[in-house]
């Protein structure tokens, strides 16, 4: 600096390379910085990656109950495992939500757990995410994530999306202001929380095949019914966005358990309020909450009696039947 200038430059120039400093830091990790990572290993680039690269995918949101693990969101999360040796959660249970807030329903999301208040996993998780996040040699910005389909990844208190890439790290709901431990799993300080595109949870994105895969936006929501059937073929089209569907006025209790369900995929082996809400409908008594033989036998006469294939699945035509026969009005 050039001590001869007047003060108030000094100042102004102090200020200004302070301000910089700020933007930089804005848009780095959260709990990240080169220092603490930049010795850490990082996972492997695959080599005869195409000159082609994803876009920044955009925001598909979570639409079906399916709770099936997608091959590329597990590819993903054992290769962070492998990196790391650490652990992960992936497809979660949905049938006691009554709206599809998550892609850990539908088999796109992966927990990866590290701690913000463990030192050397504190720098591995920064390391992940600058990984993830950089420029690649050719120029491409945030380039492992777009060639794997990372659509938002959560981290002590912030959350970076691709569709919002400009905006970098913001704050994730009131997090900054609840610091106690008690909060470590809802403000993801114990866990990166990723979230994939449906070509990237299906591994059909170049880190994987060496081509370049086109948006797949997923299964849609019939405007009937408020889940969708949670996996399809590839769908090269937005779907259509429809209001919630809501029980009538002076709807029975049943039928106000079951229209916020309907659409979900029930099957044997899966528990939860929204299976016993199935039971109540087929007359199962007693309501177990669990999927068994039982529910299955009852659900595949049901099936069978309103001219539908008995496969003792709850698909989509099986709720319909299910809430017309409870006075939904069709």
Request: glycine share 8%.
């Amino acid at each position: 600096m050039n001590h001869h200038l007047p003060r108030r430059l000094r100042g102004l120039g102090l200020m200004l390379s302070a301000l910089a400093s700020l933007a930089l830091l804005s848009t780095a990790a959260p709990s990240a910085t080169a220092a603490t990572t930049a010795s850490v290993r990082v996972p492997a680039v695959p080599t005869g990656l195409p000159t082609g690269i994803e876009g920044l995918s955009p925001y598909v949101p979570a639409t079906g109950c399916d709770v099936t693990n997608r091959p590329g969101t597990v590819k993903l999360a054992k290769l962070i495992q492998a990196t790391y040796a650490n652990t992960y959660g992936l497809a979660s249970s949905c049938t006691s939500a009554t709206s599809p807030s998550s892609e850990h329903f539908d088999g796109r999301a992966i927990d990866t757990f590290f701690s913000v208040r463990n030192s050397t996993q504190k720098a591995q998780a920064g390391a992940l995410i600058n990984w993830l996040l950089a420029t690649d040699k050719a120029g491409n910005p945030y380039a492992n994530a777009r060639r794997l389909g990372v659509m938002y990844l959560i981290w002590d208190n912030k959350i970076w999306s691709s569709y919002r890439s400009s905006e970098g790290w913001r704050p994730y709901s009131t997090c900054a202001t609840t610091p106690s431990t008690a909060y470590d799993t809802a403000c993801h300080r114990n866990h990166i929380h990723v979230s994939l595109s449906w070509e990237g949870a299906q591994g059909r994105t170049s880190f994987w095949t060496k081509a370049v895969a086109p948006v797949d936006w997923g299964p849609c929501r019939p405007a009937d019914l408020n889940w969708s059937p949670g996996v399809a073929a590839y769908n090269p089209r937005r779907c259509a966005s429809f209001p919630v569907v809501k029980a009538p006025t002076g709807a029975s209790a049943l039928l106000k358990e079951l229209v916020p369900r309907s659409g979900m995929v029930l099957r044997t082996g899966m528990s939860g309020p929204a299976v016993t809400s199935l039971q109540k409908a087929l007359g199962v008594s007693p309501t177990t909450g669990n999927f068994g033989s039982i529910t299955s036998s009852r659900l595949k006469a049901w099936q069978t009696r309103h001219g539908l294939p008995a496969s003792g699945v709850a698909y989509a035509s099986t709720w319909r039947s299910l809430l017309a026969a409870n006075g939904m009005p069709r």
